[in-house]
């Protein structure tokens, strides 16, 4: 598994975590089990490269549903996530009061 050169501030990586669940959980089912994308489970990208999964989520697939998301992430952004989908993507935090 590739790690990204760069550390994210926790709040940082929280909002990446809650848009993963929520908005990628859109097309990619609620726990990236798959629904109208296929699955992000550590299980169905296991040997994916990091690289080319970190191009889809910044460049999109054109001719698919798979929306571009540079608009709103960055290039390590999207790099941060694509690891963390291939060590299993992390769950969001409960915020107690």
Do not use: N
């Not at 089990?33 to 990208?45: D, F, K």
């Not at 490269?49 to 697939?61: K, N, S």
Request: a neutral charge.
């Amino acid at each position: 598994m590739t790690t990204p050169a760069f550390a994210l501030d926790a709040d940082h990586e929280q909002s990446l975590i809650r848009m993963v669940r929520q908005d990628c959980g859109s097309c990619h089912g609620m726990r990236l089990t798959g629904g109208l994308g296929p699955a992000l489970t550590r299980q169905a990208l296991a040997g994916k490269p990091v690289e080319a999964l970190a191009a889809t989520i910044y460049h999109g697939r054109p001719g698919t549903p798979m929306p571009p998301w540079r608009a709103m992430l960055s290039a390590d952004d999207a790099q941060w996530i694509a690891s963390q989908l291939v060590a299993g993507f992390p769950e969001e935090k409960k915020i107690t009061p």
